[in-house]
């Protein structure tokens, strides 16, 4: 059993940064791939990034590529989103998942969620 809580998010200006956190309990976190998908109002969960256990592998979506950057620290039971450049479009809650499985865009391959952290970024 893994539990996953997110922090960091906030109001930001657009072209501004936030770095997300979720903390895992449990001793298995670094068996995990971790993942970020974000949800904005009337629209599904969609992936946004993805990390393999060692943190040696990474994977993005196109519309966050060279602009977010996930990383993990596995001492700290602990993954990062690190956003830059932000969109008003990037608006959304954004939630932290743990997968048994390596590359995975899709929510119903992630076995267990965070409860979400609201960002917002004002034009």
């Known amino acids: 059993q893994v539990q996953l809580v997110e922090s960091g998010g906030g109001l930001v200006q657009a072209g501004g940064s936030l770095r997300l956190s979720c903390a895992a309990s449990?001793?298995?976190?670094?068996?995990?791939?971790m993942g970020w998908f974000r949800q904005a109002p009337g629209k599904e969960r969609e992936f946004v990034a993805t990390?393999?256990?060692?943190?040696?592998?990474?994977y993005y979506a196109d519309s966050v590529k060279g602009r977010f950057a996930i990383s993990r620290d596995n001492a700290k039971n602990t993954v990062y989103l690190q956003m830059n450049s932000l969109k008003p479009e990037d608006t959304a809650v954004y939630y932290c998942a743990a997968s048994r499985s390596w590359l995975n865009v899709a929510p119903s391959a992630y076995n267990y969620w965070g409860q979400g952290t609201q960002v917002t970024v004002s034009s």
């Open positions: 449990g001793r298995t976190f670094s068996t995990y791939a």
């Open positions: 990390i393999k256990w060692t943190g040696a592998s990474t």
